[in-house]
C-alpha cells in the first residue's frame, strides 16, 4: 500500500517570492507521482506527473518537482509566485502501470500575500 | 464542453432522505471513480469500477452504493443520508492509454449538505 505525507496544511507567500511545497510518499514498490491543483470551486486538474525517466519535471506555469527516491519525495517548486498560483494543491502516489488506483495527501493551501 | 460532468452540483438534503449523484464521460474512459473531500482530510476514494462490469469498494465505502450504467456513466448513492456524509464529491476518470491508467481527470465536483 501507498501512503502520502503534505506536512503543510497552508502556505503562505508574498508574491514573487518562490515557494516549496513538501511531498514525501511510501510504498514498496516504484511509483508514479503527480501533483493536482484545485482553483477555488474548481475541480482538480493535473499539475504535473513522473512515471519514468528525468527526475525533474515541469509544468506549463513554471512549477516544478523533483523525484528524489533515495528521500521518497517530490516537493513542488516555483521561483515566483502570483497571485493566479492561488490554490489548494494535492500531491497523489500510485503503483505503476496499470494500477490506477490513486492516494493523495491531505492537501496544502497556497495563498500569495499581494 | 465540459468532459466529466456531475449533477447536480449543489444539493441540500435532510437526514434519512435517499439521494443520487450523477455522472458522466466524453472522454471514451473505461475507469471510473468516486471521491469525496473534507477539509484536512484531501480526497477519499468511495468506489471505483473498471468497466461495466466491475464494481470495487474503496476506503470509505459504508453508506454508499453505485451503479456503472453505461461506460459513460457511474452514479454513486446514499441510502439514507446522514450528516458526516456532509462534503465536496468528485467524480473521476482515467484510462489505460493515458499514464498507463494512473492520471485521472476530475468532474467539477457535488457540494452535498446533510441536514
Known amino acids: 500500500a501507498q501512503s502520502v505525507t503534505q506536512l503543510d496544511s497552508q502556505v503562505p507567500v508574498f508574491e514573487e517570492a518562490p515557494v516549496e511545497l513538501r511531498c514525501n510518499y511510501s510504498?514498496?514498490?516504484?511509483?508514479?507521482l503527480f501533483w493536482y491543483v484545485q482553483y477555488p470551486n474548481q475541480g482538480l486538474q493535473l499539475l504535473l506527473k513522473y512515471l519514468s525517466g528525468s527526475t525533474l519535471v515541469e509544468s506549463i506555469n513554471g512549477f516544478e518537482a523533483e523525484f528524489n527516491k533515495s528521500q521518497t519525495s517530490f516537493h513542488l517548486r516555483k521561483p515566483s509566485v502570483h497571485i493566479s498560483d492561488t490554490a489548494e494543491y494535492f500531491c497523489a502516489v500510485s503503483a505503476g502501470f496499470g494500477n490506477e488506483k490513486l492516494t493523495f495527501g491531505t492537501g496544502t493551501r497556497l495563498t500569495i500575500i499581494p | 464542453d465540459a468532459d466529466v460532468t456531475q449533477t447536480p452540483r449543489n444539493r441540500i438534503t435532510k437526514t434519512g432522505k435517499r439521494i443520487m449523484l450523477e455522472c458522466s464521460q466524453t472522454k471514451g474512459h473505461d475507469r471510473m471513480y468516486w471521491y469525496r473531500q473534507d477539509p484536512g482530510l484531501g480526497l477519499r476514494l468511495i468506489y471505483y469500477s473498471f468497466d461495466v462490469k466491475d464494481i470495487n469498494k474503496g476506503e470509505i465505502s459504508d453508506g454508499y452504493s453505485v451503479s456503472r450504467q453505461a461506460q459513460a456513466k457511474f452514479s454513486l448513492s446514499l441510502e439514507s443520508a446522514i450528516p458526516n456524509q456532509t462534503a465536496l464529491y468528485f467524480c473521476?476518470?482515467?484510462?489505460?492509454?493515458?499514464?498507463?491508467?494512473?492520471?485521472?481527470?476530475f468532474g467539477p465536483g457535488t457540494r452535498l449538505t446533510v441536514l
Open positions: 473521476a476518470t482515467s484510462d489505460l492509454g493515458t499514464s498507463g491508467g494512473n492520471e485521472q481527470f
Open positions: 510504498s514498496s514498490v516504484s511509483v508514479y
